[in-house]
């Protein structure tokens, strides 16, 4: 296991077409983060999973957005009805925690362009 | 409000000069964590600071976790053009309740050859 895989690399969809991403974290890892990144910008928190129960969702996140972790391993984005405003990179990260860090390892992210 | 505030935002140097780059918070923090991202790609750690007051070197990166632990700071000696790149801090706040890793904006660092 080399590290956090994503797939697709980069999604071109029309708008209001509905697109899912997938995240394999590194193996071991029990958490799991997905973040949304645009230009000139920090990664912007979206929803968090410790194996498969999803624990946090971002406020900031509407209901046009759902993310599943089946079985505590690969997780799932989707996006349904996209919006101009969806276009971004999307990163996944994994983790496990061991006492006070919480070291994140990212993939090389999904980029999306709605058109 | 940004719970993580970092400064400055872009820097340009010329290669062979030293550049330091700040992360600020109000928060205290268990760890803060230093990732570089290069265009394109997700952000790749680089070094994770838990005690306060610690200093971790990583070749010409020195990298310090405030007293304090609401802040840090990133000091690159004698930058070359392959340090490029978005630099991000980010942590888990203590008292926050949750367990999400809130990411500062990033100071992008562009070093001229």
């Known amino acids: 296991d080399t590290g956090v895989s994503q797939d697709p690399r980069h999604k071109i969809t029309k708008r209001g077409q509905n697109v899912t991403f997938r995240c394999d974290p590194i193996s071991e890892h029990n958490r799991l983060y997905w973040y949304r990144q645009t230009l000139g910008q920090g990664p912007e928190f979206l929803t968090y999973f410790q194996n498969e129960a999803q624990l946090e969702k971002s406020r900031l996140l509407s209901d046009r957005f759902s993310a599943e972790r089946p079985k505590g391993s690969f997780s799932t984005l989707e996006i349904q009805r996209t919006e101009q405003g969806d276009s971004a990179m999307y990163l996944c990260?994994?983790?496990?925690?061991?006492?006070?860090?919480?070291?994140?390892?990212f993939g090389q992210g999904t980029r999306l362009t709605v058109v | 409000t940004q719970l993580l505030e970092q400064s400055p935002q872009f820097l340009s140097i010329q290669e062979g000069e030293n550049l330091t780059v700040y992360c600020n918070s109000s928060?205290?923090?268990?760890?803060l964590q230093w990732y570089r991202q290069e265009p394109g790609e997700g952000p790749v750690l680089l070094v994770t600071?838990?005690?306060?007051?610690e200093v971790k070197k990583l070749k010409r990166l020195t990298f310090q976790f405030g007293d304090a632990r609401k802040d840090s700071s990133l000091h690159i000696t004698a930058a070359q053009p392959g340090d490029t790149g978005l630099y991000l801090c980010?942590?888990?706040?203590?008292?926050?309740?949750?367990?999400?890793?809130?990411f500062g904006k990033g100071n992008q660092v562009v070093v001229i050859p």
């Open positions: 928060s205290v923090f268990s760890s």
């Open positions: 990260a994994s983790s496990q925690r061991t006492g006070p860090n919480t070291e994140a390892f």
């Open positions: 980010a942590g888990d706040p203590l008292m926050s309740g949750n367990n999400r890793l809130a």
């Open positions: 600071v838990v005690t306060g007051g």
